[in-house]
């Protein structure tokens, strides 16, 4: 089986130090004000001091290198693409223009437009990190080991050992645009409102719609062009054309 | 009498092929870098395959501005060599007599098709209406070609410039660059193929496809295909 990397995550390990959002900014030199991971707190209710009947929640978060990432369909050029080999969702920098038809389509705004590189930008899971050996930075900083990172079709790997450990109660986040995220949390992380719906730029659908429609207009200029070969060589030309003939 | 006119400056040849070899290529690496099931018009083997051959989308990218670029700047100093020339181009393919020109295009489309026949089937006769300088069909693609060449141009520079100068502000304007560079190009080369067949495979415009090289026509060739156009230069010269 092809790997999957993957983030499981135990919530009720976070308790929203922002360790992991700072170290992916170091790490990969994020401009400021713009963040490729997050914490989002979760208050199921309101809580009455002294009689505190549920605890704050916390959702770590990031890109979730999603099974169906509709990301990838918005992309016209291939620029962003599911990798093959690892699972992960890619971005080639070098052919992406900044379009920005993936921002909308992510349902959990975990992309945005970098802001000195002007292209598309996200959690890439640290490459360089990963190929010195080491973690992603967000997972290597926790102090509680809440983020769990690796192969989870890899029975050994430690993202792999919780993931089957905790198969029954793993739960995704629940977007409105279903994209089977690659980010499992253990137990329940309680239900902020970040699952969103996967937005398609009008002109992206624009451009899908029309491919159709082009290729049938150059399809029929094609028939046209072979119709006038056909009675070219059947029929030849006319006749009174060989007054032309400049020879 | 002269027994040829002429037709074509030396720069208006220059930019025709120029441009038709620029296109070639723009359209060969520009198809490459669509890569979306949803769009992609041979499948994604052929954009596969280009990226392949220059070593990545990235390369293939940069090979496809760099054309695009060199074409502009082409377009430009065609500009400024003849301007004149240009402007000529512009006032003998734009304007359209309703009658006479959507008629020559009817009876001309299916004269290619089904042959003079069929419009004498219908009661029709088979003669062109004459024509001036271009007739509609060349008038038709050339018109394409010049408000196509704008759209594609336009989008193409903003996408140029996206990853160089814009900001976040400008997703929404660089996103519409796609799609209507797209949309152009589809159209434009729906008309690309009918002008390829009719000037260098259809024997009837045979004179008219070595005049792109030699810049003359033969009076025949003229008075025959340009008949209002041969009459001018007959009563004002050349």
């Not at chain 1, 099974?67 to 690892?86: F, I, M, R, S």
């Not at chain 2, 098709?113 to 219908?122: E, F, S």
Request: aromatic residues 8%.
């Amino acid at each position: 089986m092809a790997q999957q990397l993957a983030m499981v995550i135990d919530a009720a390990k976070c308790i929203d130090c922002k360790g992991c959002v700072a170290a992916c900014k170091v790490a990969n030199d994020v401009p400021t004000g713009q963040w490729r991971n997050w914490i989002k707190p979760t208050v199921e209710e309101v809580p009455i001091p002294g009689l505190l009947k549920s605890k704050p929640k916390f959702q770590p978060g990031a890109c979730m290198h999603c099974e169906n990432p509709t990301c990838v369909d918005a992309c016209p050029t291939g620029a962003t693409y599911k990798d093959k080999e690892t699972g992960e969702v890619v971005i080639n920098n070098a052919l992406c223009i900044g379009c920005g038809n993936c921002i909308p389509s992510c349902p959990y705004d975990a992309r945005f437009r970098n802001e000195v590189t002007r292209k598309a930008d996200k959690c890439n899971y640290c490459p360089e990190r990963r190929a010195a050996g080491l973690p992603p930075a967000c997972v290597d900083t926790c102090p509680t080991k809440a983020r769990v990172f690796g192969d989870i079709n890899d029975p050994e790997s430690a993202a792999g050992i919780l993931y089957r450990k905790n198969k029954d109660r793993l739960t995704r986040i629940s977007a409105r645009t279903d994209t089977k995220p690659n980010m499992f949390y253990v137990g329940d992380p309680g239900h902020g409102d970040w699952g969103g719906e996967a937005v398609v730029p009008a002109s992206m659908v624009a451009m899908k719609q029309s491919a159709p429609l082009i290729k049938g207009i150059v399809g029929l200029s094609g028939l046209g062009v072979l119709a006038m070969l056909g009675r070219q060589l059947l029929v030849g030309s006319d006749a009174e054309h060989k007054e032309d003939s400049d020879a | 009498m002269p027994k040829v006119h002429k037709r074509h400056d030396p720069s208006d040849i220059f930019i025709h092929w120029f441009n038709a070899a620029c296109w070639f290529l723009l359209l060969l690496t520009g198809i490459g870098l669509i890569r979306n099931p949803a769009i992609d018009p041979f499948g994604s083997g052929y954009p596969e395959a280009m990226r392949a051959m220059v070593g990545g989308g990235g390369n293939l990218l940069l090979i496809h501005e760099f054309i695009g670029l060199a074409w502009l700047v082409g377009f430009l100093l065609y500009l400024v060599v003849n301007f004149k020339g240009a402007l000529f181009f512009l006032s003998e393919v734009f304007p359209v007599s309703m009658g006479r020109d959507m008629t020559w295009m009817m009876k001309k489309i299916v004269l290619m098709t089904l042959g003079p026949k069929a419009l004498k089937m219908v009661g029709l006769d088979p003669e062109l209406p004459d024509q001036g300088y271009y007739n509609m069909g060349q008038k038709a693609f050339a018109q394409a070609s010049v408000v196509g060449g704008v759209v594609i141009a336009v989008t193409g520079v903003i996408m140029f410039l996206s990853d160089r100068s814009f900001g976040a502000e400008a997703t929404g304007m660089i996103s519409w660059s796609i799609a209507l560079h797209f949309i152009a190009v589809g159209l434009v080369f729906a008309g690309l193929l009918v002008h390829i067949y009719m000037a260098a495979i259809s024997p009837e415009e045979r004179p008219g496809f070595k005049s792109m090289f030699t810049g003359v026509v033969p009076d025949g060739y003229a008075k025959h295909h340009h008949r209002l156009w041969w009459e001018k230069i007959k009563t004002e010269g050349e």
